[in-house]
Each structure stands twice: as structure tokens, then as C-alpha cells.
């Protein structure tokens, strides 16, 4: 061979050796932004969680001083025991990076003073109405204030971290596609189609790392979306209609108040299941808590709450055999009545959904049929994906097409199976198979997941 054919085929093969090195240290160190990305975005979002949940303490705590009622200070104390979560989640953090302890402190102060001031209002409200002494609030208005101006310095610091690391993210990143570019120049002639190959998988690359940061904005704006603009007017909406139910109304107020209640729960229903997905997709999945149970104490719940949105007979529920196992009740009911309300958007009118449970040897059956329409086969296969909505029969239901991929991940961290069978001429059925005990592992998102 030539001797300049050869030298620029090693000129060639040194530059990319070269550029591999280069390759590998800007690899490196776009694992280690990654990584330091990730703790910012999962700061970020522990931010959002904590104003979400100050929020919900603070609607339960006023729905309490109207109502005094246990429900309201129950859901109050578990709003408290989620903030305690998420302040030492950031307490966690800034002990190991100075810069923000003092905000961290600082909100960690005006959180605990907030709360602070609400179990002080709630003692001298409690005495009040013992002893018929008058009472009036004591609650600084400004506190939350105070509160949000702390967090919002937290956050505006974490953003500011996440743009830096963007900025050098993005310039190793031009530096990658420029040595690249020079070797795939200089092997051109030799190793076109191994340059080209490269090329394909760099873009790639870039690519999956696009939509991985769009899809962390995307999450960041839900969260903040559901847990500021939608939970507190929604949690107020909801006390005062609970606070007006307890009133003796004419009719036609009563009813129009009834359905106020359904469609505030209904829309907490569907923030509930958007909060999950988030849960599932960032946190590692859905909590449970399982205890001994019998099905029947989650199926007729879940049958009287139809009953009261459409009619005492639009559910024919039927229980059968040994249905003690070992669940979390409330995930279970979640995941049956996420199933009925499914089928109750396609019932036709006069029929009622059948509800069936059955006991087995080593678990327990849970049916769901409806008569509606049958659900294509195209669509069968995607149908517990989320957002996934190619059901040709969901041009009128409502939510998020959340609610199937919600049954599917509270039946597999019980080590269940649901299924769905549906075709022309026969019924359309969801079928879910519970160990009874056992089986119980995280509910972990997997967009490829059957």
C-alpha cells in the first residue's frame, strides 16, 4: 500500500482514537450533570409536594375550625406527616451542600411556625366551645406568605443550578459533535458506513436526552398545576359543600348541592390518579399498607358510591365463597371502583354493571362487566398504558385515561393480574386475580409493561 494512503489512514484511526477519549470524558461528565440534574429536579419537586401539602393542612385545618369534624383532622394530620417528609428530604440535601442551608433553615422556620399557629388556633377553639368563651382566629395571615417567599428562593436556586449545568452540558456537548465531526472527515473513504453508524447513534442520543428534559419540565408544571391551582380551590369547594350538607335544604338545593359533592370528588378523583402516575413514574411506586381483609368491606363501598351517582341499580353486585386475603383496602377500592366507573361510561341505560367476587383455592376473582360497545383488538393491547385513550368508545368519557394504567399497577404490586376479554356478541369483561397472600412488591412503572 502507499505510503500516503497508509499515513492518512493512521492519521485517521488516531483521530479516532482521540475522539473516542473525548467522547468518553464528555460521557462522564454528562452522567455526573445527570446526576446533579436529577437532585435538583427531585429538589424541585419535593418544593411542589411540601406547598402542596402546606396547602392541604391548611384547607383541612379551616375546614375543622367550620366543621370539627374528625374526618377534617385526620386529613390534616396526614398532610403534617407528609410535610415532615419532604422537610427532611431538604434538610437531607442542604447538609451536604452549604449554599443552601440558610434558605433551607429558613423555610424549615416559617413551615414549622406555620403549623405552629394552626395547632394553637385549633386548642383555643376546642376551649372556646367548651367553655362558651368567644373566639376569634389567630392565625397571622402572612405566615404562608412568609412561607412561599422561603420556598420560592429554594426553588429559584435549584432552577438556577439546573440552567448552569445546562449551559456546560450543552458546550461539552457541541465539543463531542466537533471531534466527531474531523474523524468522520478523515475515515471518510475507509469507514463510511462506521462513521455514519456513530453519527446515527450520537443523534440518538441527543435526542433521548431532549425528551428526557422536556419531559421533567412537562412533570414540574403538572405537579405545581395540581398541587397549588387545583387542590386548594378544590378543598375549599368540597368543605363548604360539606359544611352545607349538614343543613336541611329544599329539594332542588339538596340535589344541586349533591351533585356540587360528587363532581368535587370526582375531580379529586382524577388528581388523585394524576399524583399516582407521578408517584409511580418518579418515587418508585404506589405506598401500600396490607392488612388482613375481606373483599366484601371494599366492593359494597364502592357499590353504594354508584348507587348515590347513578342510581340505586346500576350495579348488581354479587359476593361469593372465602374473600379474606391479605391487601391494602384502600388501594383495592381504588382499583375496583376506577373498573365500575369505567364500566358505567359505556352501560346501556336499564342495565346494570355486574360486579362479581369470587373466592378461588389460593386467591380471589373480582369481575367487571358491562354490555357497551366492544373494545377493538388494536385497542385491547394498549388499554392499561397511560394516556393511552384508543378506545373508539371514549369520545364521551371523562379523565385522563389514567385510570385503567392505575387498576393495572395496584393489581401487580399485589402480585395480581387483570385482564380484559371483549368482543361483538358478548359482554365486555375486566378480570383481576388476587393471591391472598404474598406477591406483594413495589408498583413500578414500565412503559413496556403487559
Not at 397571622?140 to 429554594?154: F, Q, S, T, Y
Not at 361469593?320 to 346501556?348: E, H, T
Not at 373480582?366 to 384508543?390: H, L, Y
Request: aromatic content about 4%.
Amino acid at each position: 500500500m502507499p505510503a500516503r494512503p497508509v499515513t492518512g489512514f493512521v492519521a485517521a484511526i488516531l483521530a479516532i482514537v482521540v475522539a473516542v477519549g473525548v467522547y468518553l470524558a464528555v460521557a462522564k461528565s454528562r452522567q455526573e450533570n445527570a446526576a446533579r440534574a436529577a437532585e435538583s429536579t427531585d429538589a424541585v419537586l419535593a418544593l411542589e409536594r411540601l406547598d402542596a401539602a402546606v396547602r392541604e393542612a391548611e384547607s383541612s385545618h379551616r375546614g375543622y375550625l367550620l366543621v370539627r369534624g374528625p374526618a377534617e383532622l385526620a386529613r390534616h394530620e396526614r398532610a403534617v406527616a407528609a410535610i415532615r417528609v419532604e422537610l427532611a428530604s431538604l434538610t437531607q440535601r442542604a447538609s451536604r451542600e452549604p449554599q443552601r442551608r440558610a434558605p433551607t433553615d429558613a423555610l424549615v422556620g416559617r413551615v414549622d411556625a406555620a403549623l405552629a399557629a394552626m395547632a394553637e388556633e385549633r386548642r383555643a377553639h376546642d376551649a372556646a366551645l367548651l367553655t362558651g368563651a368567644s373566639w376569634h382566629p389567630t392565625t397571622d395571615p402572612h405566615l404562608l406568605d412568609d412561607m412561599e417567599h422561603a420556598r420560592g428562593e429554594l426553588v429559584a436556586l435549584e432552577v438556577g443550578a439546573l440552567e448552569q449545568r445546562e449551559r456546560a452540558w450543552s458546550g461539552k456537548t457541541a465539543l463531542g459533535d466537533a471531534v466527531f465531526l474531523v474523524a468522520n472527515l478523515a475515515l471518510a473513504a475507509v469507514l463510511l458506513l462506521a462513521a455514519r453508524s456513530v453519527r446515527q447513534a450520537l443523534r440518538a442520543h441527543e435526542e433521548r436526552e431532549r425528551e428526557r428534559r422536556v419531559a421533567l419540565e412537562v412533570q414540574a408544571r403538572i405537579l405545581g398545576i395540581v398541587g397549588h391551582d387545583l387542590r386548594t380551590p378544590l378543598s375549599a369547594i368540597e368543605a363548604g359543600a360539606t359544611l352545607l350538607s349538614q343543613r336541611t335544604l329544599p329539594p332542588a338545593e339538596a340535589r344541586t348541592l349533591a351533585r356540587i359533592l360528587s363532581s368535587s370528588r370526582r375531580m379529586a378523583r382524577m388528581i388523585g390518579d394524576l399524583l399516582d402516575f407521578t408517584r409511580v413514574r418518579d418515587a418508585g411506586g404506589i405506598p401500600l399498607a396490607p392488612r388482613a381483609m375481606d373483599l366484601r368491606e371494599v366492593c359494597r363501598p364502592v357499590v353504594d358510591e354508584a348507587a348515590l351517582r347513578h342510581g340505586p341499580d346500576a350495579v348488581a353486585l354479587s359476593l361469593d365463597g372465602n374473600l379474606s386475603g391479605a391487601w391494602d383496602p384502600d388501594r383495592l377500592q381504588q382499583a375496583i371502583a376506577n373498573l365500575v366507573s369505567n364500566a358505567l361510561q359505556y352501560q346501556p341505560a336499564g342495565t346494570p354493571v355486574r360486579l362479581r367476587a369470587a373466592g378461588e383455592a389460593d386467591a380471589v376473582r373480582v369481575e367487571v362487566e358491562n354490555d357497551g360497545p366492544p373494545i377493538p383488538p388494536e385497542a385491547t393491547r394498549a388499554i392499561f398504558e397511560p394516556f393511552r385513550r384508543g378506545d373508539v368508545r371514549q369520545a364521551g368519557a371523562d379523565g385522563l385515561g389514567l385510570g385503567l394504567f392505575i387498576v393495572r399497577t395496584i393489581v401487580e404490586a399485589h402480585g395480581g393480574r387483570v385482564d380484559v376479554a371483549s368482543g361483538p356478541g358478548r359482554p365486555t369483561r375486566f378480570t383481576v386475580r388476587l393471591p391472598r397472600t404474598g406477591g406483594l412488591r413495589p408498583a413500578v412503572y414500565s412503559a413496556g409493561a403487559r
